[in-house]
């Protein structure tokens, strides 16, 4: 097979899905260089970080984190658009597992049962053909191993894109998109909740609004990627 592998990349040889330098040894989509380049936040040991401090007053949360700063132009932006655009399923596995590691090896997050992707459509889900937040959980529960739910809290409005709007738009946006189907499934768990990126935070609100009535549910959130200044 290894044999089989190399004569393949002789003549397709896999590229470096953000700067198309030739991958070599086991890399894989993200070459070395450009993974050590990569903006990371590495804030999950931190209780208060700056993540923690732009819910409060708005999410009753245990815990946050995420793995990389995103600043438009900067290599988190190209991880994303690989992800959400240019359908690179492997890369959203990949980039789950690092921030799987980070919250594992953090000991903030050791009580949580279960993770839960933040849902998408599912018209957008049947157009993108996944849901990269489902891609991310199941990339975390490699190295921190939790039950992945991913059909109880359901998304029942089709939403504009938030990219363009300010926080008191994006929250309008989003208001009464999300539904739990079965809140007892949720009823006195410790969940994590996974977005590929917070931005004003309006997604993960509005999540929150449709749990908030569950009996003794604790939320925590992580994210692949948290807006920086830009």
């Given at each position: 097979?290894?044999?089989?592998?190399?004569?393949?990349?002789?003549?397709?040889?896999?590229?470096?899905?953000?700067?198309?330098?030739?991958?070599?040894?086991?890399?894989?989509?993200?070459c070395?260089?450009?993974?050590?380049?990569?903006?990371?936040?590495?804030?999950?040991?931190?209780?208060?970080?700056?993540?923690?401090?732009?819910?409060?007053?708005?999410?009753?949360?245990?815990s946050t984190?995420?793995?990389?700063?995103?600043?438009?132009?900067?290599?988190t932006?190209q991880?994303?658009?690989?992800?959400?655009?240019?359908?690179?399923?492997?890369?959203?596995?990949?980039?789950?597992?690092?921030?799987?590691?980070?919250?594992?090896?953090?000991?903030?997050?050791?009580d949580?049962?279960?993770?839960?992707?933040?849902?998408l459509?599912?018209?957008?889900?049947?157009?993108?053909g996944?849901?990269?937040?489902?891609?991310?959980?199941?990339?975390?529960?490699?190295?921190?191993?939790?039950?992945?739910?991913?059909?109880?809290?359901?998304?029942?409005?089709?939403?504009?894109?938030?990219?363009r709007?300010?926080?008191l738009?994006?929250?309008?946006?989003?208001?009464?998109?999300?539904?739990?189907?079965?809140?007892?499934?949720?009823?006195?768990?410790?969940?994590?909740?996974?977005?590929?990126?917070?931005?004003?935070?309006?997604?993960?609100?509005?999540?929150?609004?449709?749990?908030?009535?569950?009996?003794?549910?604790?939320?925590?959130?992580?994210?692949?990627?948290?807006?920086?200044?830009?």
């Amino acid at each position: 097979m290894s044999l089989l592998r190399d004569f393949i990349e002789l003549f397709f040889p896999r590229t470096c899905c953000l700067c198309g330098t030739p991958l070599v040894g086991d890399e894989k989509e993200v070459c070395s260089a450009c993974m050590l380049d990569l903006p990371f936040a590495l804030n999950a040991p931190d209780d208060n970080n700056f993540i923690e401090r732009r819910y409060i007053g708005r999410l009753p949360i245990q815990s946050t984190t995420a793995l990389l700063i995103f600043r438009r132009k900067n290599k988190t932006q190209q991880i994303l658009h690989q992800i959400k655009y240019n359908g690179n399923e492997h890369l959203a596995l990949i980039m789950g597992r690092q921030l799987g590691m980070h919250i594992a090896q953090s000991g903030r997050f050791d009580d949580v049962d279960i993770l839960v992707p933040v849902p998408l459509h599912p018209r957008k889900q049947r157009r993108r053909g996944y849901n990269q937040s489902l891609l991310l959980c199941q990339g975390i529960a490699m190295v921190f191993p939790r039950p992945i739910m991913s059909d109880n809290l359901v998304r029942i409005r089709h939403t504009d894109t938030q990219t363009r709007k300010n926080r008191l738009q994006r929250l309008d946006n989003m208001k009464d998109v999300f539904h739990v189907v079965n809140p007892s499934a949720f009823a006195g768990k410790h969940l994590l909740l996974v977005d590929d990126v917070i931005t004003t935070g309006a997604t993960t609100e509005a999540c929150w609004m449709a749990m908030k009535h569950i009996d003794s549910i604790t939320l925590s959130i992580a994210a692949l990627a948290v807006a920086g200044d830009t």
